[in-house]
Nanobody, 127 residues
Framework: QVQLQESGPGLVKPSQTLSLTCTVS??????????WSWVRQPPGKGLEWLGT???????YYKPSLKSRTSISRDTAKNQFTLQLTSVTPEDTAVYSC???????????????????WGQGTQVTVSS
């Protein structure tokens, strides 16, 4: 059974960098064919895909956030990390990590795209 767990600060000040780590158990993040993503859901809004790192380490980002987003991984710890720079209150959301067994430029904002999820973590951007 694959399990994902997000960790990181719940409160970030405006203009600072949001950093979250997803620790994966029960599945190797380098296993061929799997993709590991970060998504978020702001209050009252729908799911928003932020970016993905593949089993080979390739990264893909939402174009409108690409300049502020970075996803990296630590294969020894079986973790992948999201960094979002220059945050504003509009970045307040529940952030989740998730796994999919395919990657395409469509349907990335749909829950059905992902087969395993972390529980999600609330991040608030406020001074």
């Amino acid at each position: 059974q694959v399990q994902l767990q997000e960790s990181g600060p719940g409160l970030v000040k405006p203009s600072q960098t949001l950093s979250l780590t997803c620790t994966v158990s029960g599945g190797d993040i380098t296993r061929v064919g799997y993709f590991w993503s970060w998504v978020r859901q702001p209050p009252g809004k729908g799911l928003e895909w932020l970016g993905t790192i593949s089993f080979s380490g390739s990264t893909y980002y939402k174009p409108s956030l690409k300049s502020r987003t970075s996803i990296s991984r630590d294969t020894a710890k079986n973790q992948f990390t999201l960094q979002l720079t220059s945050v504003t209150p509009e970045d307040t959301a529940v952030y989740s990590c998730a796994r999919s067994n395919r990657f395409a430029n469509s349907n990335l904002d749909e829950r059905s795209t992902y087969d395993y999820w972390g529980q999600g973590t609330q991040v608030t951007v406020s001074s």
